[in-house]
């Protein structure tokens, strides 16, 4: 049964520095992979997703998240961040081998950003 | 643009009341899902449907059951309201390509729905 980690609950970053937000996964076979963000009383956006194309996969805002089969891992970085990306991320595969995109998500991880 | 609506933003109801979350999208996409978001849980599959009249259920369907008349409109019942159903509920809905192990597809969330039985 696929499931994701992310480890650390709230992640505390100043302003203009790089923001790392960490996600293993577990999968029976090759997993998609998503991260999400939520920003206060919204609902959840796509951020990017890794569907076994490259590796390496950019998303929207500057964001970026590496696929490493060898770590099990897909983290989620940014090299600089700003104030605005203070919200709640999610990482998240993609359950079952259908077209019906159930995905399991992990706990979350709030970013906290200071000036 | 996509969009999920999700009708009601915040509900406080009365515990054994019958409740009714309605979820609609615009985009003529097949899958519909219910998730429950609890601090430190995460996002919880409630029930999802795949077509009109379809409908399979989640991790925690306990307590919970649909209803999926339209392709657009997808709702949530709560038969009998209970303190442990406070939450923030979310709608998303997706498109099925026709190739059926394509699994690239985007979920689009609604805003949420925030329930506080009492």
């Known amino acids: 049964a696929q499931s994701v980690t992310q480890l650390g609950s709230h992640v505390s970053v100043s302003e203009g520095a790089l923001v790392l937000l960490r996600c293993n996964y577990s999968?029976?076979?090759?997993?998609?992979l998503f991260w999400y963000v939520q920003y206060p009383n919204q609902g959840l956006q796509l951020l990017l997703k890794?569907?076994?194309?490259?590796?390496l996969v950019k998303g929207i805002n500057g964001f970026e998240a590496e696929f490493k089969k060898s770590e099990t891992s897909f983290h989620l970085t940014k090299p600089s961040a700003h104030m605005s990306d203070a919200a709640e991320y999610f990482c998240?595969?993609?359950?079952?081998?259908?077209?019906?995109?159930?995905?399991?998500f992990g706990t979350g991880t709030r970013l906290l950003v200071s000036p | 643009d996509v969009k999920v609506t999700q009708s009601s933003r915040y509900l406080v109801k009365r515990t054994g009341e019958k409740v009714f979350l309605e979820c609609v999208q615009d985009?003529?996409?097949?899958?519909m899902f219910w998730y429950r978001q609890d601090p430190g849980l995460g996002l919880r599959l409630i029930y999802f449907?795949?077509?009109?009249?379809?409908?399979e259920k989640g991790d925690i369907p306990e307590g919970y059951s649909v209803s999926r008349e339209k392709k657009e409109r997808f709702s949530l019942i709560l038969e009998s309201a209970s303190t442990n159903q406070t939450s923030m509920y979310l709608c998303?809905?997706?498109?099925?390509?026709?190739?059926?192990?394509?699994?690239?597809?985007?979920?689009?969330f609604g805003e949420g729905s925030w329930l506080t039985v009492v």
């Open positions: 998240a595969v993609s359950k079952g081998n259908t077209g019906f995109q159930k995905l399991v």
């Open positions: 985009m003529d996409h097949e899958n």
């Open positions: 449907s795949y077509d009109v009249k379809m409908k």
């Open positions: 998303a809905s997706s498109p099925i390509r026709t190739s059926g192990l394509d699994r690239r597809n985007t979920i689009y």
């Open positions: 999968s029976s076979v090759p997993p998609y």
């Open positions: 890794y569907t076994s194309a490259a590796t």
